[in-house]
């Protein structure tokens, strides 16, 4: 009886579709689910580079990218082995040869997973793989490889869409700031399916948020927090404009604001536990009212 492979986890089918409409903005041929022999030998996602345009212009995740570019997918659902580690390598010698590929050094082999169990960063060395930053691990011999881990790659390195499968405070930031925008979009799709309890907490936070500083005012409440507290809950380009920490502070605004108490529960928290409870008790009552 032929082996099949296992259905495809949700989260890990909506990784795939992200991948591929990164590489469909450069003009770069994605297939996915690609079957290079019997099952269960099928690629998650092949990324055909077609020039050396569209590599210049690929996120920097994904800049040492060749022609043919292999991608396993594992999810926070989806335990990563050392087996897998095997069976990528395996795919990349087995579409070389499905595909004529002539030279290892035109394929690149890449697993993206959430998370990385210690058994398989242990075992990382045993295979020539090497720290190349932070949450990620390169093995230099061709085809080269690439370990890439969601949750501890910097966000100055991940692509907003990625962003969304990597831990839960950067998904509450991508989900404030797509809603803030308007409009639906695959980012908002993707957490209000695949993350729904977390959406409950994340929102009943904004509504609270938004009530605190409508019936308080920004500047009582910055003058409640921690201002190394605030600080740390800002990104790192929101730091960038700023020329020094009392000038950012002054010109957070109303939006910066929220943005801050949205994203950091325990800030929230700490400004509520120091209003007078008439008022606390006003702001929840609001709060609930919306």
């Not at 004529?100 to 993206?112: D, F, G, H, N, R």
Request: include cysteine; charge should be positive; proline fraction near 5%.
């Amino acid at each position: 009886m032929r082996k099949k492979r296992p259905a495809y986890e949700p989260h890990e089918e909506w990784i795939i579709q992200a991948l591929k409409r990164i590489f469909k903005e450069l003009a770069i041929k994605a297939d996915d689910h690609l079957k290079i022999g019997k099952l269960p030998l099928e690629i998650d996602l092949v990324a055909v580079v077609g020039n050396k345009k569209a590599l210049a212009k690929l996120p920097a995740l994904f800049r040492y990218f060749q022609r043919h570019n292999i991608l396993e997918i594992k999810s926070e659902k989806a335990h990563f082995k050392v087996a897998d580690l095997q069976k990528l390598q395996a795919y990349g010698w087995h579409y070389m040869m499905k595909h004529a590929v002539e030279s290892p050094k035109q394929v690149t082999l890449t697993a993206l997973v959430h998370h990385l169990p210690r058994a398989v960063l242990k075992a990382l060395p045993e295979y020539d793989f090497e720290p190349a930053g932070k949450g990620i691990f390169c093995r230099r011999s061709h085809p080269v490889s690439y370990v890439i881990v969601l949750k501890d790659v910097p966000d100055e390195l991940l692509p907003e869409e990625l962003q969304v499968f990597s831990n839960p405070e950067r998904r509450m930031r991508a989900l404030l700031a797509a809603l803030r925008k308007g409009g639906n979009s695959p980012i908002v799709e993707a957490i209000l399916n695949l993350y729904e309890s977390e959406v409950e907490q994340i929102m009943t936070r904004e509504a609270l948020a938004q009530k605190l500083v409508k019936i308080v005012g920004e500047k009582k409440i910055l003058a409640l927090l921690d201002k190394e507290k605030v600080m740390k809950s800002l990104n790192k380009e929101d730091h960038l404009r700023a020329l020094n920490k009392e000038d950012h502070l002054r010109a957070l605004g109303k939006e910066g604001l929220l943005t801050v108490l949205s994203r950091n529960e325990q800030l929230l928290k700490t400004a509520m536990a120091k209003l007078k409870p008439e008022k606390r008790r006003k702001i929840f009552d609001a709060a609930d009212r919306n």
